[in-house]
C-alpha cells in the first residue's frame, strides 16, 4: 500500500496562504490523492481529492506534481478556524472496495 | 442535512463490562466503516460493511464486533473492553468508496474506568 509522509506541524499566519506539502512516492497510477481535517475531538471533514490533475474547490487547491510522488495542499486565506490535524490520505483498491491509508497529519497552527 | 449520527457523544464503561455504539446515516449510502483513533495518531480502519458483507481488518482484535441490521444503522460491539480500548470511535459511510463521499461522523468517546 501507499504510503504518506507529512510534517508534524506547521505554523501559519492569519491572512495568509498555507502550504501543507504530502510525499507519496509509491502512489500508484490509479491511485487517488485525498485531504481530510480533523478539528479538536471532531469528527474528520473532507476537504479535496485528486488523481493527476490540479483541483480546486471552495475551501482548498491541490497541487499534485507531474510524476505524482508529491502533493501540496493550499488554504489561500488561512483564518484561526482552520486550525487544525491535516491528514494526506491514499485511496487504494482492495478486494472490491477501497481503503483510506492515512497519514500522520500535520498539526496546523494559525496564528493572529 | 443528509449526515452521520453518532451516539452517545461520551461513554464511560466499566472495564470489562460489555458496551455498544451506535452510528445511523441519512445519505443512503452502502459503505459504512468502523474507526478507532487514539490520542494525537490518525483513524485506524476496524471494519466495514460494503452492504452488507462484512469486512473485517486483520489486526481487529476479536473483542470488537459490529452489526449492520440495515442500511442506516450500524453498531459496534466491545464484549470486554480493557483499558487500552479507551479511544474516539468513529463512524463513516461512502457509496462504493469512491468520490468525495466518505463522510465521518463526529465520533464517540470512550472511557475506561
Known amino acids: 500500500d501507499a504510503k504518506t509522509t507529512q510534517p508534524p506541524s506547521m505554523d501559519c499566519a492569519e491572512g495568509r496562504a498555507a502550504n501543507l506539502p504530502c510525499n507519496h512516492s509509491?502512489?500508484?497510477?490509479?491511485?487517488?490523492v485525498y485531504w481530510y481535517r480533523q478539528i479538536h475531538s471532531q469528527g474528520p471533514q473532507y476537504i479535496i481529492h485528486?488523481?493527476?490533475?490540479?483541483e480546486t474547490n471552495e475551501m482548498a487547491s491541490l497541487i499534485i506534481t507531474e510524476d505524482r510522488k508529491s502533493s501540496t495542499l493550499i488554504l489561500p486565506h488561512a483564518t484561526l478556524r482552520d486550525t487544525a490535524v491535516y491528514y494526506c490520505i491514499v485511496r487504494v483498491a482492495r478486494d472490491s472496495n477501497y481503503q483510506l491509508i492515512w497519514g500522520a497529519g500535520t498539526k496546523l497552527i494559525i496564528k493572529p | 442535512d443528509a449526515m452521520v449520527i453518532q451516539n452517545p457523544r461520551y461513554q464511560v464503561t466499566q472495564f470489562g463490562k460489555p458496551v455498544t455504539l451506535s452510528c445511523s446515516q441519512t445519505l443512503n449510502h452502502n459503505v459504512m466503516y468502523w474507526y478507532q483513533q487514539k490520542s494525537s495518531q490518525a483513524p485506524k480502519l476496524l471494519f466495514h460493511?460494503?452492504?452488507?458483507?462484512?469486512?473485517n481488518e486483520a489486526d481487529t482484535p476479536d473483542n470488537f464486533q459490529s452489526r449492520r441490521p440495515n442500511t442506516s444503522f450500524c453498531f459496534l460491539d466491545i464484549r470486554s473492553p480493557g483499558l487500552g480500548d479507551a479511544a474516539m470511535y468513529l463512524c463513516?459511510?461512502?457509496?462504493?468508496?469512491?468520490?468525495?463521499?466518505?463522510?465521518f461522523g463526529s465520533g464517540t468517546r470512550l472511557t475506561v474506568v
Open positions: 485528486g488523481l493527476k490533475n490540479n
Open positions: 460493511y460494503y452492504d452488507k458483507d462484512f469486512n
Open positions: 463513516a459511510t461512502s457509496q462504493n468508496g469512491r468520490g468525495s463521499g466518505y463522510t
Open positions: 509509491t502512489i500508484s497510477g490509479n491511485e487517488y
